[in-house]
């Protein structure tokens, strides 16, 4: 990879901050949206889903906070950064816990959600937009060689993934009533969860970045 001015590295710093500020908004409306949807339909889940934009929103709002003080020109303090991550690992594990336990209940009890016309309008509309994010995050975080920025771009794809497989799950729900699907769909977005926790609780975010990936 050919080298990079600093009003370049500069330029493309921005433009990761901006991408990863779009990213919590984006986010947290579709999780309030997600967790409204899924309560008033008993969908497991879509309120998993909705929990896990939230924590979507957590690493969007770290890699900002890294980004912007990257470009006051001043360094994060990675001891605060490694505690928080730690936390945001602690949610993706209750997260998983929470959707295992309800997907568990919901096969015992027998309980058959409603079909929810707005969940999968959401998450349609998720599928549309969250790959186009991760590109232009992938993209950023290449020709920077910033591996937070891509590990960012990461967390958006596995949001895609999540789309997709409950919307797989609503969908087929709708065309053979099995209301087994959602649990199952939920124990898919628990998988996701402990994978994602165990990224963070290594701090796969700080570590994976080395000092010369720094805007110069």
């Given amino acids: 990879m050919s080298a990079i001015t600093s009003q370049e590295t500069e330029r493309l710093t921005r433009r990761g901050l901006r991408l990863a500020q779009v990213t919590v908004v984006y986010n947290v409306v ?9 309560i008033a339909a008993g969908l497991v889940s879509v309120i ?5 934009s939230g ?4 690493a969007a709002v770290l890699v900002g906070l890294r980004l912007a003080a990257r470009l006051r020109r001043g360094r994060a303090d990675e001891k605060k950064e490694k505690i928080t991550l730690r936390l945001v690992a602690v949610t993706f594990f209750i997260l998983a816990a929470y959707v295992t ?15 929810s016309w707005l969940a999968i309008g959401l998450l349609v509309t998720s599928i549309i937009v969250m790959p186009v994010l991760a590109v232009m995050k992938t993209l950023v975080g290449r020709r920077l060689g910033d591996n937070l920025i891509l590990a960012d771009a990461a967390e ?7 789309s997709i497989s409950t919307l797989a799950g609503l969908l087929l729900y ?6 087994w699907l959602d649990p199952v769909a939920g124990f898919i977005i628990a998988a996701f969860a402990i994978w994602e926790g165990k990224e963070a609780w290594e701090g796969e975010l700080i570590e994976g970045e080395h000092d010369d990936d720094e805007p110069r």
């Fill in 156 to 162: 958006t794809r596995i949001c895609v993934l999540l």
């Fill in 55 to 58: 924590i979507e929103s957590i």
């Fill in 101 to 115: 336990f309800e997907g568990i209940r919901s096969l015992i009890e027998g309980e058959r959600p409603e079909t």
């Fill in 174 to 179: 709708m065309l053979t009533g099995a209301g």
């Fill in 48 to 52: 998993g889903f909705g929990i896990d």
């Fill in 30 to 38: 579709e999780g309030t949206v997600a967790i409204a949807a899924g």
